[in-house]
C-alpha cells in the first residue's frame, strides 16, 4: 500500500484498536477522550473518502453509518420507565412509608437500605447485548418503543461492544449526556460555524445523539453512564450495590459518588451534600435517585402505572429569576379550557432561556394580582413548565387583569362551573382552537405518533379547510397531493415521506386508539384500563351504546373497573352518545384496523379471569395482593358482579362478600388466594 491516505487509515485503525484495549480491558488510558475523539472522526473520514481499503470496511462497520430514512424502531422486551419524583424530606419518608405499607413489613426498617445516586440531566438509553456482543441500543421513546441508535452509539467509548463473561442476554440502560465543559465548547465551535447552538448539555447530548450521519456522533463529546437492567436471562446481582460493581466489571462507567445509606438520616446527609457539590461535578444534575438495595424486594414491589414503587427521584429546589411579564395570552385547548399564559421578557434560568410560563387559571392570576409589565419571579424546575412564583413589583398605571368571558378564538361565551377552576369555551364543535387542539392530539407521540405531522404542519392544514377532523388525515394524500408538493416548505420527497408515516398508521392498538380520540378525562392510564377490560373497539363501542341507560349491566360493568368511578364512566360514555362523534367513528373504522387489546397477560396463570379483593388481608396487603393478580393476568375489580370470577374475602368483609353469594360467585379465604397466587 503505497498511498499515503491509505498507510494513514490503516495506522490509524491499528492505533484505535490499541486504545481500546487499554481503555476497556487493561483501564490504562494513555490518551484523553478528546485526543480519542479525534481520532476517530479522522478514522471515519478518511475511510468515508477511501471506501475499498482495507481498513475502512473496519472502521465503518465498527462506527461510521449513513441512515437514509430516519431511525428504526425498537421495541423494549422491558417497558423503560421513569421515576416518581420527592420535593422534600416528607416526600421520601411517605415513600418509605408506602414501600414498608405495600410489602407489610413497617417493622423492619432495616430491609429498607438504599442506594443513593446523582440524577444525571441526560437522556436514557437502553443497550442490548447477546452472548456478550452488543447488538442494539434504543432511546427511551414513549417506554414501550424507542428509536435504534445502534451505529451512533458505537462511536461511544463508554459503551464496551463486547462484554466478558454476561449473561446470554442482557440489557444495561443508563443516561447519555454530555459534561458541562465540553457542552460549553461545542456551542463555540458550533457558533464560530454560525450553526445554531444548544440550550443546555441535556439538548446537546439529545441533538448529539440523534444524528442521522455517524460521523457527526462521532465528534460529538457523548458520554455514558450506566445504573439498571433491562431484559436479562440470568440474574447478575442480588443488590443494587452489587449490581454496580457487575456493571463496572463489564467496563461500564458508574455515576458517582453513590453511596449505600441505611437509614432516613443517611439519605439526607448524602442530598445535602451532593447539592454542595452539584457546582463542581463536571456533568449537570438535577438531583438524586434512591433506589432500595434489596433486589428481590425491588421485584415484589414492581411497578406503578410508569414509575418503579422501589426508586424515587429526590430533586433540587427550583431555580429562580426576575423578569418583565409583557403580555398575559390566552390559549384554547382540546376540551375548550381557556389557558392563561405568561409572555416574558426572555430570561437564563439554570442555563435554559425561559420566555413563557404557565399562570395555571384565573384564580391564580387574582390570588397573586399578576399584571400584565409586572415584574416577576420565575422559577424553573427540570423538564416541567417555568411558573411565576410572586410579583415583584406592579408597574405603573397597571390594572388588575380582566380574565375574557368569551373564547378568543371563536368568540362563544367561556362558563365556569361552580366547582371547576377552569373556565371552557361553549364552542365546542364549531370553536376551531379546539379542533386544532384534538387533531394535535391525535397526532401526537402517544397516540397516532405520525413523524412529521405537528402543531405546524397541522395548523397549516386547518387553516386551508383540508383537515377539519381526524379523519380526513387520512384523505391527505388522496385529495391533496398534488397542491401540497407546489407548497412553500414542501417537495416531492417531504409529503411523500408524511403520506408514508399516515399510511403506517393505518393499524393501531385499541389502547393509542382510545387515548387518541381525546375524550375528557381519559388519559394514557385510562385508555390502557377500557382497552384491558374491552379487548376489542367493536366491544366497547357496543358497550358504550347499552351503558347509556343508567343502571344497565354494561353500565355497571363499565363503573366497576377499578380507578374508573361515575365521573369518569359518565364523560366516555357522553363521548360515544354524541352524534358528531359517532359519524367520525363510523369514518375511522372504515379506514382504520384496530388492533386488539391483549389481556393483562395472555399465558398468566389467572388470563381472562375478574377479581375482587375484599375484607382484611394478613398476610399480603391489598396493593401487593393486586399488583400480584395483575402480573398473573387477572383484572381487579372494585365492585362484584355476574362478571366476576373470584372474590378473595379477608376478615371482617363485608357487602361484596354478600354479594358474592347472592350472585353465586366463588369466594376464597387469604390462605386459598396465596396459594392460587403462588402457583
Ligand atoms: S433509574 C427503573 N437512575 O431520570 C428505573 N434514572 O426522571 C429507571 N436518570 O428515565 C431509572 N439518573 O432517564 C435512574 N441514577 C439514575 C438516573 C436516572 C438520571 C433519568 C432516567 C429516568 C429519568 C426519570
Same mark, same amino acid.
Given at each position: 500500500?503505497?498511498?499515503?491516505?491509505?498507510?494513514?487509515?490503516?495506522?490509524?485503525?491499528?492505533?484505535?484498536?490499541?486504545?481500546?484495549?487499554?481503555?476497556?480491558?487493561?483501564?490504562?488510558?494513555?490518551?484523553?477522550?478528546?485526543?480519542?475523539?479525534?481520532?476517530?472522526?479522522?478514522?471515519?473520514?478518511?475511510?468515508?473518502?477511501?471506501?475499498?481499503?482495507?481498513?475502512?470496511?473496519?472502521?465503518?462497520?465498527?462506527?461510521?453509518?449513513?441512515?437514509?430514512?430516519?431511525?428504526?424502531?425498537?421495541?423494549?422486551?422491558?417497558?423503560?420507565?421513569?421515576?416518581?419524583?420527592?420535593?422534600? &424530606?416528607?416526600?421520601?419518608?411517605?415513600?418509605?412509608?408506602?414501600?414498608?405499607?405495600?410489602?407489610?413489613?413497617?417493622?423492619?426498617?432495616?430491609?429498607?437500605?438504599?442506594?443513593?445516586?446523582?440524577? %444525571?440531566?441526560?437522556?436514557?438509553?437502553?443497550?442490548?447485548?447477546?452472548?456478550?456482543?452488543?447488538?442494539?441500543?434504543?432511546?427511551?421513546?414513549?417506554?414501550?418503543?424507542?428509536?435504534?441508535?445502534?451505529?451512533?452509539?458505537?462511536?461511544?467509548?463508554?459503551?464496551?461492544?463486547?462484554?466478558?463473561?454476561?449473561?446470554?442476554?442482557?440489557?444495561?440502560?443508563?443516561?447519555?449526556?454530555?459534561?458541562?465543559?465540553?457542552?460549553?465548547?461545542?456551542?463555540?465551535?458550533?457558533?464560530?460555524?454560525?450553526?445554531?447552538?444548544?440550550?443546555?448539555?441535556?439538548?446537546?447530548?439529545?441533538?448529539?445523539?440523534?444524528?442521522? &450521519?455517524?460521523?457527526?456522533?462521532?465528534?460529538?463529546?457523548?458520554?455514558?453512564?450506566?445504573?439498571?437492567?433491562?431484559?436479562?436471562?440470568?440474574?447478575?446481582?442480588?443488590?443494587?450495590? &452489587?449490581?454496580?460493581?457487575?456493571?463496572?466489571?463489564? @467496563?461500564?462507567?458508574?455515576?458517582?459518588?453513590?453511596?449505600?445509606?441505611? !437509614?432516613?438520616?443517611?439519605?439526607?446527609?448524602?442530598?445535602?451534600?451532593?447539592?454542595?457539590?452539584?457546582?463542581?461535578?463536571?456533568?449537570?444534575?438535577?438531583?438524586?435517585?434512591?433506589?432500595?438495595?434489596?433486589?428481590?424486594?425491588?421485584?415484589?414491589?414492581?411497578?406503578?402505572?410508569?414509575?418503579?414503587?422501589?426508586?424515587?427521584?429526590?430533586?433540587?429546589?427550583?431555580?429562580?429569576?426576575?423578569?418583565?411579564?409583557?403580555?398575559?395570552?390566552?390559549?384554547? @385547548?382540546?376540551?375548550?379550557?381557556?389557558?392563561?399564559?405568561?409572555?416574558?421578557?426572555?430570561?437564563?434560568?439554570?442555563? %435554559?432561556?425561559?420566555?413563557?410560563?404557565?399562570?395555571?387559571?384565573?384564580?391564580?392570576?387574582?390570588?397573586?394580582?399578576?399584571?400584565?409589565? &409586572?415584574?416577576?419571579?420565575?422559577?424553573?424546575?427540570?423538564? %416541567?413548565?417555568?411558573?411565576?412564583?410572586?410579583?415583584?413589583?406592579?408597574?405603573?398605571?397597571?390594572?388588575?387583569?380582566?380574565?375574557?368571558?368569551?373564547?378568543?378564538?371563536?368568540?362563544?361565551?367561556?362558563?365556569?362551573?361552580?366547582?371547576?377552576?377552569?373556565?371552557?369555551?361553549?364552542?365546542?364543535?364549531?370553536?376551531?382552537?379546539?379542533?386544532?387542539?384534538?387533531?394535535?392530539?391525535?397526532?401526537?407521540?402517544?397516540?397516532?405518533?405520525?413523524?412529521?405531522?405537528?402543531?405546524?404542519?397541522?395548523?397549516?392544514?386547518?387553516?386551508?379547510?383540508?383537515?377539519?377532523?381526524?379523519?380526513?388525515?387520512?384523505?391527505?394524500?388522496?385529495?391533496?397531493?398534488?397542491?401540497?408538493?407546489?407548497?412553500?416548505?414542501?417537495?416531492?420527497?417531504?409529503?411523500?415521506?408524511?403520506?408514508?408515516?399516515?399510511?403506517?398508521?393505518?393499524?393501531?392498538?385499541?389502547?393509542?386508539?382510545?387515548?387518541?380520540?381525546?375524550?375528557?378525562?381519559?388519559?394514557?392510564?385510562?385508555?390502557?384500563?377500557?382497552?384491558?377490560?374491552?379487548?376489542?373497539?367493536?366491544?366497547?363501542?357496543?358497550?358504550?351504546?347499552?351503558?347509556?341507560?343508567?343502571?344497565?349491566?354494561?353500565?355497571?360493568?363499565?363503573?366497576?373497573?377499578?380507578?374508573?368511578?361515575?365521573?369518569?364512566?359518565?364523560?366516555?360514555?357522553?363521548?360515544?352518545?354524541?352524534?358528531?362523534?359517532?359519524?367520525?367513528?363510523?369514518?375511522?373504522?372504515?379506514?382504520?384496523?384496530?388492533?386488539?387489546?391483549?389481556?393483562?397477560?395472555?399465558?398468566?396463570?389467572?388470563?381472562?379471569?375478574?377479581?375482587?379483593?375484599?375484607?382484611?388481608?394478613?398476610?399480603?396487603?391489598?396493593?401487593?395482593?393486586?399488583?400480584?393478580?395483575?402480573?398473573?393476568?387477572?383484572?381487579?375489580?372494585?365492585?362484584? !358482579?355476574?362478571?366476576?370470577?373470584?372474590?378473595?374475602? @379477608?376478615?371482617?368483609?363485608?357487602?361484596?362478600?354478600?354479594?358474592?353469594?347472592?350472585?353465586?360467585?366463588?369466594?376464597?379465604?387469604?390462605?386459598?388466594?396465596?396459594?392460587?397466587?403462588? @402457583?
Amino acid at each position: 500500500m503505497t498511498d499515503p491516505a491509505l498507510q494513514r487509515l490503516e495506522r490509524l485503525w491499528q492505533e484505535l484498536c490499541h486504545h481500546d484495549k487499554l481503555y476497556h480491558t487493561d483501564d490504562t488510558p494513555i490518551i484523553s477522550d478528546a485526543e480519542y475523539d479525534t481520532l476517530k472522526a479522522e478514522a471515519l473520514a478518511l475511510a468515508r473518502q477511501h471506501p475499498e481499503a482495507p481498513f475502512a470496511q473496519n472502521i465503518l462497520s465498527a462506527i461510521g453509518h449513513k441512515l437514509k430514512d430516519g431511525f428504526a424502531k425498537i421495541r423494549h422486551r422491558k417497558a423503560m420507565l421513569s421515576l416518581d419524583n420527592a420535593f422534600s &424530606d416528607d416526600d421520601v419518608a411517605a415513600w418509605f412509608e408506602r414501600m414498608a405499607r405495600f410489602l407489610g413489613m413497617e417493622d423492619q426498617p432495616e430491609a429498607f437500605a438504599c442506594m443513593a445516586e446523582p440524577k %444525571v440531566d441526560g437522556l436514557s438509553l437502553s443497550v442490548r447485548y447477546e452472548h456478550g456482543k452488543l447488538i442494539s441500543a434504543a432511546t427511551r421513546g414513549d417506554g414501550a418503543e424507542g428509536e435504534d441508535v445502534t451505529a451512533n452509539i458505537r462511536t461511544l467509548r463508554d459503551i464496551p461492544v463486547m462484554l466478558q463473561n454476561a449473561p446470554d442476554v442482557l440489557e444495561v440502560r443508563g443516561e447519555i449526556y454530555m459534561n458541562r465543559h465540553d457542552f460549553i465548547n461545542l456551542n463555540e465551535e458550533e457558533a464560530k460555524k454560525g450553526k445554531k447552538t444548544f440550550a443546555n448539555p441535556r439538548n446537546a447530548a439529545a441533538g448529539s445523539l440523534r444524528q442521522l &450521519d455517524t460521523l457527526i456522533t462521532a465528534q460529538r463529546p457523548l458520554k455514558f453512564f450506566a445504573y439498571a437492567l433491562g431484559d436479562v436471562s440470568d440474574k447478575i446481582a442480588t443488590t443494587q450495590s &452489587d449490581l454496580r460493581a457487575a456493571l463496572k466489571n463489564f @467496563g461500564f462507567t458508574l455515576n458517582e459518588p453513590a453511596q449505600l445509606c441505611r !437509614s432516613a438520616q443517611d439519605l439526607h446527609a448524602y442530598y445535602n451534600n451532593i447539592m454542595l457539590m452539584r457546582a463542581d461535578l463536571a456533568f449537570e444534575i438535577d438531583g438524586v435517585v434512591y433506589k432500595l438495595n434489596n433486589i428481590a424486594l425491588q421485584e415484589r414491589l414492581g411497578f406503578v402505572s410508569r414509575s418503579p414503587r422501589w426508586a424515587i427521584a429526590h430533586k433540587f429546589p427550583p431555580q429562580q429569576g426576575e423578569t418583565r411579564l409583557k403580555k398575559i395570552s390566552i390559549q384554547v @385547548g382540546r376540551t375548550g379550557a381557556l389557558t392563561p399564559v405568561a409572555e416574558l421578557e426572555p430570561i437564563g434560568i439554570g442555563g %435554559v432561556m425561559v420566555s413563557r410560563a404557565s399562570l395555571h387559571n384565573e384564580d391564580e392570576i387574582m390570588r397573586k394580582d399578576i399584571r400584565e409589565q &409586572d415584574i416577576v419571579t420565575i422559577q424553573r424546575a427540570g423538564d %416541567v413548565i417555568p411558573q411565576i412564583v410572586r410579583v415583584v413589583k406592579h408597574a405603573e398605571d397597571s390594572h388588575i387583569f380582566q380574565f375574557p368571558t368569551r373564547c378568543p378564538a371563536c368568540g362563544s361565551h367561556a362558563v365556569r362551573d361552580e366547582d371547576e377552576a377552569v373556565r371552557r369555551c361553549t364552542g365546542g364543535l364549531i370553536c376551531p382552537a379546539q379542533a386544532k387542539e384534538r387533531l394535535i392530539h391525535f397526532v401526537s407521540r402517544n397516540a397516532f405518533d405520525i413523524d412529521g405531522m405537528g402543531g405546524k404542519s397541522i395548523e397549516e392544514f386547518f387553516d386551508l379547510g383540508w383537515i377539519n377532523d381526524p379523519s380526513d388525515l387520512f384523505l391527505l394524500e388522496e385529495k391533496h397531493e398534488a397542491t401540497l408538493v407546489e407548497r412553500k416548505g414542501w417537495d416531492v420527497l417531504s409529503a411523500q415521506k408524511l403520506f408514508a408515516a399516515i399510511r403506517a398508521k393505518k393499524r393501531i392498538t385499541l389502547e393509542r386508539f382510545i387515548y387518541a380520540l381525546g375524550i375528557r378525562r381519559i388519559g394514557e392510564a385510562n385508555a390502557k384500563l377500557l382497552a384491558r377490560h374491552y379487548l376489542s373497539w367493536q366491544k366497547l363501542r357496543e358497550q358504550m351504546l347499552l351503558a347509556q341507560t343508567a343502571d344497565s349491566e354494561a353500565w355497571r360493568d363499565l363503573e366497576s373497573i377499578e380507578r374508573m368511578g361515575e365521573t369518569i364512566a359518565q364523560e366516555v360514555i357522553e363521548f360515544f352518545a354524541e352524534p358528531q362523534n359517532q359519524a367520525l367513528l363510523n369514518r375511522l373504522e372504515l379506514i382504520l384496523t384496530i388492533e386488539d387489546a391483549k389481556p393483562a397477560s395472555q399465558d398468566g396463570l389467572l388470563a381472562g379471569k375478574t377479581i375482587v379483593f375484599t375484607g382484611t388481608l394478613t398476610k399480603m396487603r391489598r396493593p401487593e395482593a393486586k399488583a400480584r393478580a395483575e402480573i398473573l393476568g387477572a383484572k381487579v375489580a372494585g365492585s362484584v !358482579s355476574k362478571k366476576t370470577d373470584y372474590v378473595v374475602a @379477608g376478615a371482617d368483609a363485608g357487602s361484596k362478600l354478600s354479594d358474592a353469594h347472592a350472585l353465586g360467585v366463588k369466594i376464597l379465604s387469604e390462605d386459598e388466594w396465596l396459594k392460587m397466587a403462588e @402457583g
